[in-house]
């Protein structure tokens, strides 16, 4: 690599007094907002946005709204991220399936509280980026696919947590079906052309759904199959 183009990659990784003076006013904002998970919040306040975004976006990477990425996909905004974080109830050794891998951030969200994550991409563009996670050594638990999110990881199954970050039309039966038994899926599901409900389902014993209806959002479309772009 030239030392000039080295010299701007480090640079994006600098995690600054300034950078972490944000995070902290960003946590209150979070609290403000009604997010109480004490590890949801200490993971927010842990893990620097701002690497996860070009650096274009880097005095603005703590405000709380989305921005773009690559393939024409956004980072979630972080109450986005801690509202579902929350619904999840990350314990310490959970093994969670994300669906929707996008930035990484709610990935490592996830992977700071103790979360086993198996998190699939379907975004060539998007997959081919974790080749360059910068924090793979410090979250060995980690696992990223290429692949539909539709059909999951049945390989790996069961999973106590499934999370989908993008707008499902119904409950994908494949997901269901890998979730274990007591195990919580947390997915946005389509409401109308622009808004998704945020629902919180757990299996219950006879493989029948507890259904917990909670706040509107608005995600981008949950697509079947997988892109070579």
Request: charged fraction near 25%.
């Amino acid at each position: 690599m030239h030392r000039l183009t080295f010299v701007l990659f480090m640079s994006k990784y600098i995690d600054s007094y300034q950078h972490k003076g944000l995070r902290k006013k960003l946590v209150d904002l979070l609290i403000e907002k009604g997010i109480t998970d004490e590890a949801v919040l200490a993971a927010i306040n842990a893990i620097p946005r701002h690497f996860f975004l070009d650096s274009a976006f880097d005095r603005i990477a703590y405000e709380d709204r989305a921005f773009p990425i690559a393939a024409d996909q956004t980072i979630s905004q972080p109450y986005t991220v801690a509202y579902q974080t929350q619904l999840l109830d990350i314990q310490p050794g959970d093994k969670v399936l994300e669906i929707g891998t996008g930035s990484m951030y709610q990935t490592t969200v996830l992977a700071q509280m103790g979360a086993t994550v198996f998190t699939i991409e379907r975004q060539k563009q998007l997959f081919d980026q974790t080749a360059k996670y910068i924090f793979r050594e410090q979250y060995p638990t980690i696992y990223f696919h290429f692949g539909d999110g539709f059909e999951g990881l049945p390989e790996f199954a069961p999973f106590d947590k499934i999370l989908i970050t993008a707008a499902a039309p119904a409950v994908p039966e494949k997901l269901w079906q890998q979730l274990k038994t007591g195990g919580k899926m947390v997915i946005p599901l389509d409401e109308s052309d622009a808004t998704q409900r945020m629902l919180r389902l757990t299996k219950k014993r006879d493989g029948k759904e507890k259904r917990e209806s909670f706040d509107e959002f608005s995600f981008v479309p949950m697509l079947e199959g997988k892109t070579q772009k």
